[in-house]
């Protein structure tokens, strides 16, 4: 069965602390791996799409990579803003694209 | 910049009525989709839709659910007769190619009592 597992539940930063948020799948043959952002009581809002082995993305401090089994969310020097649960994502092997499977998220707190 | 819609934001029903939920995705996007999140849960897939017809649908998507995009800009969600564990955000996303990513709306929270 395919499966997005992301670690930690949960984490707690200081401002300007950096750290890395893990997304780790099961399914062969990947197609994508799909990073979002979301707010309380909002949607999710799409962040990066890695396709392949060794992919780097950047944004302001945010820097996705991807592995053969998972996905690193790096966040360097994080602000109070950055604070938001961090989802991954990614196309079952069956289906093509019509529907992407969550992880249940990183929900990440900074602090001044 | 382009934005999915979604009207209500928030929907009160009594279980065993039907609800609507209506979303407008961005103007030139091809593909469209319905998520829903329980409170504390994943994000779960309902149905994909291209072409004016359903691509996929999971297995929480049954009988009770339709969809339908019934002009050039509105795609809706109807749950003919609402149960409480239908209680959720309800979240439309589009696309413009299969392979990018979503956007998705900010969604409806439905409530059944």
């Known amino acids: 069965e395919d499966q997005v597992t992301q670690s930690p539940e949960a984490l707690r930063l200081q401002e300007g602390e950096s750290s890395s948020l893990n997304c780790s799948y099961t399914?062969?043959?990947?197609?994508?791996l799909f990073w979002y952002r979301q707010d309380p009581g909002k949607g999710p809002e799409f962040l990066f799409t890695?396709?392949?082995a060794g992919e780097e993305k950047e944004k302001e401090r945010l820097k996705a990579t991807l592995t053969k089994k998972e996905s690193f969310l790096h966040i360097t020097a994080p602000k109070p803003e950055d604070s938001a649960t961090y989802l991954c994502?990614?196309?079952?092997?069956?289906?093509?694209?019509?529907?992407?499977?969550f992880g249940a998220g990183t929900r990440l707190a900074v602090h001044p | 910049e382009p934005e999915v819609t979604q009207t209500p934001s928030h929907q009160v029903t009594q279980m065993g009525q039907e609800v609507i939920l209506r979303c407008v995705p961005i103007?030139?996007?091809?593909?469209f989709y319905w998520y829903r999140q329980i409170l504390g849960q994943k994000v779960e897939f309902l149905v994909s839709?291209?072409?004016?017809?359903?691509?996929?649908k999971s297995e929480i998507f049954d009988d009770q659910f339709s969809v339908e995009r019934p002009d050039g800009s509105n795609f809706t969600l109807k749950i003919r007769s609402t149960k409480l564990e239908d209680s959720a955000m309800y979240f439309c996303?589009?696309?413009?190619?299969?392979?990018?990513?979503?956007?998705f709306g900010s969604g409806t929270r439905l409530t059944v009592v």
């Open positions: 996303a589009s696309r413009l190619v299969p392979n990018y990513g979503y956007t």
């Open positions: 399914v062969s043959g990947l197609r994508g």
């Open positions: 890695l396709y392949s």
């Open positions: 994502a990614v196309p079952p092997v069956s289906g093509g694209y019509n529907k992407l499977i």
């Open positions: 103007s030139n996007h091809l593909y």
């Open positions: 839709f291209y072409n004016n017809e359903i691509s996929e």
